[in-house]
T-cell receptor, first 115, second 110 residues
Framework: DGGITQSPKYLFRKEGQNVTLSCEQN?????MYWYRQDPGQGLRLIYYSQIVNDFQKGDIAEGYSVSREKKESFPLTVTSAQKNPTAFYLC??????????????FGPGTRLTVT | SQQGEEDPQALSIQEGENATMNCSYKTSINNLQWYRQNSGRGLVHLILIRSNEREKHSGRLRVTLDTSKKSSSLLITASRAADTASYFC??????????FGQGTTLQVKP
């Protein structure tokens, strides 16, 4: 079964703690993306990576960090510097870094609650 | 940055009726994509329409693109209760990433 997995589905953390969200794909895709979705809102791009060992900031990168050491993995760390981290986080991938020309495949999402 | 914006924000129809959602964007694009999201899930790709295409069909879905008006529409014909979801358009701010609109929430009543 090819696809994108995100774990865990629900995550609870105390304010001030860093937390890492997992994203793995076995589609052999070059590019991977992290989005944040707030209730009733669209998706906002946090970080993206078009190739292994390289990544770029999206529109709302402050308070987040990523790594892309392996093609299949793109973990997202939500740091204590993120002012309002409670949200639904979605990971996606495309076959090529030219996202405009390819469909994005999404994982099931991780709902993070910070209290 | 906000590229695509959907209209209406919410739509409620009866099963069997057609549903039309619109998307407007600001800058020139290479392609425009439509996605669907069931509540609490990830997005699923529906259709990609290229900037040199005017219309595209997939099953009960029909997408149009008017680059002169910088707008696109998604038509779902003969809607079903299972079509209840949020629908998003996505445009390319540059070739490396997509910008998603706020979405249209569609409710299809049985």
């Amino acid at each position: 079964d090819g696809g994108i997995t995100q774990s865990p589905k629900y995550l609870f953390r105390k304010e001030g703690q860093n937390v890492t969200l997992s994203c793995e794909q076995n589609l052999n895709h070059d590019a991977m993306y992290w989005y944040r979705q707030d209730p009733g809102q669209g998706l906002r791009l946090i970080y993206y990576s078009q190739i292994v060992n390289d990544f770029q900031k999206g529109d709302i990168a402050e308070g987040y960090s990523v790594s892309r050491e392996k093609k299949e993995s793109f973990p997202l760390t939500v740091t204590s510097a993120q002012k309002n981290p409670t949200a639904f986080y979605l990971c996606a991938s495309t076959a090529s870094g030219r996202a405009a020309f390819y469909e994005q495949y999404f994982g099931p999402g991780t709902r993070l609650t910070v209290t | 940055s906000q590229q695509g914006e959907e209209d209406p924000q919410a739509l409620s129809i009866q099963e069997g009726e057609n549903a039309t959602m619109n998307c407007s964007y600001k800058t020139s694009i290479n392609n425009l994509q439509w996605y669907r999201q069931n509540s609490g899930r990830g997005l699923v790709h529906l259709i990609l329409i290229r900037s040199n295409e005017r219309e595209k069909h997939s099953g009960r879905l029909r997408v149009t693109l008017d680059t002169s008006k910088k707008s696109s529409s998604l038509l779902i014909t003969a809607s079903r209760a299972a079509d209840t979801a949020s629908y998003f358009c996505a445009t390319d701010e540059d070739t490396g990433k997509l910008i998603f609109g706020q979405g249209t929430t569609l409710q299809v009543k049985p």
